[in-house]
């Protein structure tokens, strides 16, 4: 792209689309383990725990930029 106007407008776009996907993702993991402690299932100590690393992780590259 040539044009700097596109090319911001493209960017943010781009950017906005990652964000919603992201939301998406984590909006998604987050009603499956509350349903799964809602119909009173025990949710492995292990997924709990992978889970929180996908948070530490994701604010850890968010607050590196």
Do not use: C, H
């Not at 996907?21 to 402690?37: C, D, N, Y």
């Amino acid at each position: 792209m040539d044009d700097p106007r596109e090319a911001v407008g493209a960017a943010d776009t781009l950017v906005a689309e990652v964000m919603q996907a992201l939301a998406t993702t984590f909006s998604e993991r987050k009603q499956g383990l509350e349903g799964q402690w809602q119909r009173g299932e025990e949710v492995p100590t292990e997924e709990l725990r992978i889970a929180l690393q996908r948070y530490r992780s994701f604010f850890n590259r968010l607050l590196k930029t």
